[in-house]
């Protein structure tokens, strides 16, 4: 027989067909999977468009038709859209204020930065573009537009000036380039953060925006440089600092201000002269109140500097050139115990002046109860003070107080952002609260990490609006290019899943230029610190370098302070720089030492509750409190307790049992022995001990005093036989006085019968 015939052999052939091709199909889907991702590994990252220079500058890759086709697709659909190219999408460099330097085309930006103790000359490079006139540079606007979410901001006007500056508004869950809140964000969002996207705080503002918190902090400073860091009233936190400002208060007649530790809006602050008023555990801001403010028409007032913080590290800071002054709306008068409780005198808070019916609203600028900083200005040259002095004097204060806090944050930073290589991860607007006594002197009452942003009357529409923009358009979001970036970072996720063998994961540097060890230890404190050393850029510095060229041309109404334009000045802040371990200078302090012990005292007494309660709910704390007391008993009561104990149980007889009791824990004894028969756990079990019991009870005695059994005294013996497990184990089961109360009761029985 031919087997190549056979229907077997054919269908044989058919499958090994079948599976070979199979096989091959299988291969080939590998290959292209396999091809695909070595041309995604092997693709060519793009540059920064806007910030290359022309030597560095790669050539340009031919475009292919079909691009280019899309892209004047594009170009014209928005053209017929009416909307002009970059008109005020931000990736083209918006529109900034009157004062800001913005170049027609290139131009050379130079610049100081300060890193870990030095200081760089930064010159980059920089082009604005104007709206580009080849449709080659053009790229479609979904790649542009950037994007901000503004959910938990309830300043609808921030969401409004973000989409007229072209930002596209989005939701959280949203790849946001810049999100906007109101409140300081938890640690994870800082955490998951890409490498793109930028928020409104610095984690560790806190430092300087809680009064108890920026109190420390300059007292410190203070205490490392005393003649630099009179910025502001003698200040104690109480009740740490209870004696010591008890002492001054002995020593100086002065009056206090005493304020909630972390309170706003004059809630809650009072004057006192007499600081025996205030209890040893209060826990308050105690500080000497500025008797002799400076009084325009007779009001005094405070002004409210908004400041922009780019950068920690370095250090960049800019303060906007218009702001508020805010005005008591009761003619000043120095503190009398009479007087001392008006607080429409003595507070200048918006929050609280409102309510009282002289408050003014005035659309001049030279009256109401709320007024513009270029209006202050123009009344202090009118009446010959120096504005220029005084501006640089506020400067000073505002750059000292984030210097007392700038180790933390630059640590913060660090450890929240450790892979933020091309643009800063964060940008804050900080309220400066600053009061100005009669010498022009500036001093810091306080720092709000979210000013208000309500424009109730056209002051704040007028300087509010400006600021808004000219934040949005200073800080360099659009430097990261946000597809470029979630390209990279998709590549490296396949790389790690993968584990593809190649170069070694490159270690992205830091936007600080990948900054060595910090070396300030050098400096610590000395006034003679080494001249700081001036280095021409880097080309490691390259993003910020970018940074600082894309600040420098997007000024609008801000003028930077820090770095400082004036070298001699950076020489002079280098020294605040370098503060030793905060810890340790912390705990070098009288106060701070009563500080840590009261925290101690704290910790203490919190453990102590959580125990307390812990036992409580798992019900051991009576057992445990006994125990505790009889160790901590001398011997001989713990003897005497023994003896007493003995004594007491020589004596004891079993209490009355009911009925009722009896016949219901018959009851459950019965049923459990009918439960444990279900359930099989004692084999051959022909008699309970219920029937024993029964037994017993039931027993009496006949003529001859032999008694009779309900049960014959063989069945009994078997019983007893078969059930003395059993009935062990019920009788275990009972509780001690139970147990004896039925052997007294049966014996009982037993005695009366015979
Ligand atoms: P809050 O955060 O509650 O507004 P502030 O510290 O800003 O508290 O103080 C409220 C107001 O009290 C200030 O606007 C200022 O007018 C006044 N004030 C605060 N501290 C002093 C001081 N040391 N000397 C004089 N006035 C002060």
Redesign the pocket.
């Known amino acids: 027989m031919n087997l190549k015939n056979s229907k077997f052999f054919k269908r044989i052939q058919e499958l090994r067909h079948f599976s070979k091709e199979k096989i091959r199909k299988d291969r080939e889907k590998r290959t292209h999977v396999v091809r695909a991702l070595d041309m995604a590994l092997n693709e060519q990252p793009c540059l920064d468009r806007e910030w290359f220079s022309p030597e560095q500058s790669p050539p340009l890759q031919p475009m292919s038709p079909r691009r280019r086709m899309k892209k004047t697709r594009c170009l014209k659909r928005r053209a017929a859209a009416g909307k002009q190219v970059g008109d005020n999408s931000p990736y083209y460099g918006p529109s900034s204020g009157e004062n800001s330097p913005m170049p027609a085309d290139e131009a050379k930006l130079q610049g100081f930065i300060q890193l870990n103790n030095k200081t760089y000359r930064v010159e980059c490079p920089t082009r604005v573009l104007n709206p580009p006139m080849n449709v080659d540079e053009e790229r479609p606007a979904s790649e542009t537009k950037s994007t901000i979410c503004v959910s938990n901001s309830r300043y609808a006007m921030i969401g409004k000036i973000s989409k007229t500056l072209g930002y596209k508004l989005v939701k959280e869950s949203k790849m946001w380039n810049i999100l906007w809140s109101d409140s300081f964000p938890g640690v994870e969002l800082f955490k998951n953060m890409k490498r793109f996207q930028q928020i409104n705080h610095f984690p560790g503002m806190i430092e300087i925006c809680r009064?108890d918190l920026l109190s420390r902090n300059l007292n410190r400073m203070l205490k490392i440089f005393p003649q630099d860091y009179k910025i502001f009233?003698k200040t104690w936190m109480l009740p740490a600092d209870y004696g010591d400002a008890m002492n001054y208060a002995l020593n100086h007649k002065r009056t206090f201000?005493l304020?909630p530790d972390s309170?706003?809006?004059?809630?809650g602050?009072w004057l006192t002269n007499d600081l025996k008023t205030i209890g040893p555990h209060e826990r308050l801001i105690c500080?000497?109140?500025?008797n002799r403010?400076l009084l325009i028409d007779g009001y005094?007032f405070?002004l409210r500097v908004y400041t922009l913080i780019t950068s920690v590290d370095p250090l960049r800071i800019f303060v906007y050139n218009e702001g508020l002054a805010r005005f008591a709306t009761n003619k000043y008068v120095e503190p009398t115990p009479g007087n001392a409780n008006d607080l429409y005198m003595?507070?200048?808070?918006y929050s609280v002046n409102k309510r009282n019916s002289h408050y003014e609203l005035c659309d001049n600028d030279d009256c109401g109860s709320k007024r513009k900083l270029s209006a202050i200005n123009t009344w202090m040259r009118r009446h010959n003070y120096d504005v220029e002095e005084f501006w640089s004097n506020v400067d000073d204060v505002i750059i000292k107080t984030v210097l007392s806090a700038w180790p933390v944050l630059k640590h913060n930073y660090h450890a929240c952002f450790p892979g933020h290589d091309k643009i800063q991860a964060c940008f804050e607007i900080l309220g400066f609260?600053i009061?100005v006594d009669w010498k022009l002197k500036p001093y810091i009452?306080?720092v709000n990490h979210s000013p208000s942003f309500h424009t109730n009357e056209q002051v704040d529409r007028e300087v509010k609006r400006p600021l808004i923009r000219d934040t949005l358009n200073l800080v360099s979001t659009v430097l990261a290019d946000k597809r470029q970036i979630l390209k990279e970072d998709r590549k490296r996720v396949k790389q790690r899943l993968l584990k593809i063998r190649g170069d070694p994961p490159v270690q992205r540097p830091r936007l600080g230029g990948g900054t060595s060890k910090p070396k300030i230890d050098a400096q610590k404190g000395s006034p003679d610190a080494q001249p700081v050393d001036v280095e021409p850029e880097a080309e490691d510095h390259g993003p910020l370098a970018q940074q600082i060229a894309w600040e420098e041309s997007h000024l609008g109404n801000f003028r930077k302070i820090m770095p400082p334009p004036d070298l001699s000045k950076l020489d002079y802040y280098t020294r605040f720089y370098a503060q030793s371990n905060q810890v340790s200078i912390f705990a070098e302090t009288a106060a701070s030492k009563k500080r840590e012990d009261l925290a101690r005292k704290m910790r203490i007494q919190i453990e102590e509750k959580k125990a307390k309660q812990q036992q409580m709910l798992n019900g051991k704390a009576k057992r445990d409190a006994r125990k505790r007391h009889t160790v901590l008993l001398p011997r001989a009561v713990r003897e005497r307790n023994r003896m007493n104990l003995f004594r007491l149980r020589e004596n004891w007889s079993p209490g009355f049992i009911s009925d009722a009791e009896e016949r219901l824990r018959h009851t459950w004894l019965h049923m459990r022995a009918e439960a444990i028969r279900m359930l099989k756990i004692t084999e051959n079990r022909r008699y309970s001990s219920t029937d024993l019991q029964q037994s017993l009870r039931n027993w009496t005695p006949d003529q001859h005093g032999h008694g009779r059994l309900s049960a014959s005294l063989p069945q009994l013996a078997a019983r007893l036989r078969h059930q003395t497990c059993s009935i062990v184990s019920h009788l275990a089961q009972l509780q001690p006085h139970r147990l004896l109360t039925l052997i007294h009761n049966v014996l009982l029985k037993f005695v009366d019968s015979i």
């Open positions: 009064k009233p201000i304020k309170g706003a809006q004059g809630r602050i500080q000497t109140y500025i403010p005094k405070d003595h507070l200048t808070n609260d009061l009452l306080e």
